[in-house]
Nanobody, 124 residues
Framework: QVQVVESGGGLVQAGESLRLSCTVS????????MGWFRQAPGKEREQVSC????????TSADSVKGRFTISRDNAKSTLFLQMNSLKAEDTAMYYCAADLRIWGGCSGTPSWRWGQGTQVTVSS
């Protein structure tokens, strides 16, 4: 059974940094693309960043480019999201997700397995 568990959220002030982590079990981690998503109150869930399997190619939403960095440690089956220069509008529940397709990239139609989420709150 695939399990996805996020950690690292919290309350920070605008301009500060946080690093989110996500551990995955139940699949061969390096064979699967991974993504970070977020959902703010009253808004739809949006994709923040994605990293492909194999080459580790990344994509990011325009709203976080230059501030957030997605990375993965395949040896530890762990995904990271380094968030710098946080803004109040980054406040949301952040979700990690594993694409259950093998050797998938960050395009097409992923089959996401979601974690429970970790709350990030940025005070202005």
């Amino acid at each position: 059974q695939v399990q996805v568990v996020e950690s690292g959220g919290g309350l920070v002030q605008a301009g500060e940094s946080l690093r989110l982590s996500c551990t995955v079990s139940g699949l061969t981690f390096d064979e699967h693309a991974m993504g970070w998503f977020r959902q703010a109150p009253g808004k739809e869930r949006e994709q923040v960043s994605c990293i492909s399997s194999r080459r580790g190619t990344t994509t990011s939403a325009d709203s976080v480019k230059g501030r957030f960095t997605i990375s993965r440690d395949n040896a530890k089956s762990t995904l990271f999201l380094q968030m710098n220069s946080l803004k109040a509008e980054d406040t949301a529940m952040y979700y990690c997700a594993a694409d259950l397709r093998i050797w998938g990239g960050c395009s097409g139609t992923p089959s996401w397995r979601w974690g429970q989420g970790t709350q990030v709150t940025v005070s202005s």
